[in-house]
Structures are given as C-alpha cells and as structure tokens.
C-alpha cells in the first residue's frame, strides 16, 4: 500500500516529470534529426563540388573580326580585355577587312589601345595571311601571319565563337 500512497501522492508530478522528460528527448531527437540532415547537405555539397568546379572552368571565346568599323573593333577588343580579366581565355582572327586593324584610326575610339591591352593582357591576335598578302602587307605585331588551319583550329578548339 505503500506504493500506492507514493503513486497517489505524487502522481501529477511524476506523470509531469515524465512528461518533461518526454519532451526533453523530443527536442534532443529534433536536433539530432537536424544535425543529421545538415551533416548530409554538408556531404551533398562537398561531394557535387568538383562538378560544380568544373561548370565555371575558363571558357575559351574566339572572335573572327571582319570589319574595320572603328566602334565595333574598339568594342570587341573591350570584350575581349573583359573576358580575359574574368579568367577566360580569348583569341581574335582578322578575316577579310578586318586584317586592316593596324589603319584604324578614330578620335573617339582608341582601337589600338584597346588592341594592345588585350595583346598585354595575353590575349592572342591572328590575321589571315591570303587576306594580309591581297593588300600588300606582312602582316605586325597586331596582325601577325597565320593561315586558315590557324582559324579552323581556333574554331574547332573553342567553347564559344563570335563573329564581328
């Protein structure tokens, strides 16, 4: 009987530390729970980013430049300076006119200055050898003799081609 005055008698604090302690091991089970999920984001992420490495890699942009218009060239070679700072990689092909850049002269527009950062910055300039040899030149620094294997090749080894 005497089980049952201890039972009696503190019952309601009893079933109350009971139920404290229900609700104690709910909350611990909660943040378990938590720290669990977390940890398996935490591996998710960690185990995904050599994927997501490899979706920012450099990009490799080539240009083929056609014309000798001083605010298209002077934008393109802007571009090109862009996305050499960003960490891509970037070759321009002179084709056609565009073989003419060493003559562009425009107050407004600083084609060669912009043509030389972009040389500087390590930025590469090719111009088409037949092209260059129809006007009567040998080609320089900003327009050096290549071939269209140089072009096909820059074609066939970039992400990206613009044509201007």
Not at 100 to 112: A, G, R, T, Y
Request: glycine letters at 12%; aromatic letters at 6%.
């Amino acid at each position: 009987m005497e089980g049952e005055g201890i039972g009696r008698g503190n019952g309601v604090h009893v079933s109350g530390r009971l139920r404290l302690r229900e609700e104690t091991m709910k909350r611990r089970g909660n943040s378990l729970v938590y720290t669990a999920l977390t940890v398996a984001v935490i591996a998710l992420a960690l185990s995904a980013w050599p994927l997501l490495k490899g979706a920012m890699k450099q990009m490799k942009m080539g240009i083929v430049l056609t014309t000798t218009e001083p605010e298209t060239v002077f934008n393109v070679f802007r571009l090109s300076n862009h996305s050499l700072d960003a960490g891509d990689a970037v070759s321009v092909f002179l084709l056609g006119k565009g073989v003419e850049l060493d003559h562009i002269s425009d107050p407004k527009f600083d084609v060669q200055g912009q043509a030389r950062t972009f040389l500087g910055k390590g930025g590469k300039i090719l111009a088409c050898g037949t092209c260059l040899k129809i006007r009567n030149s040998g080609g320089s620094e900003l327009c050096p003799v290549s071939s269209m294997k140089d072009l096909y090749e820059l074609v066939r080894g970039s992400d990206r081609v613009l044509t201007f």
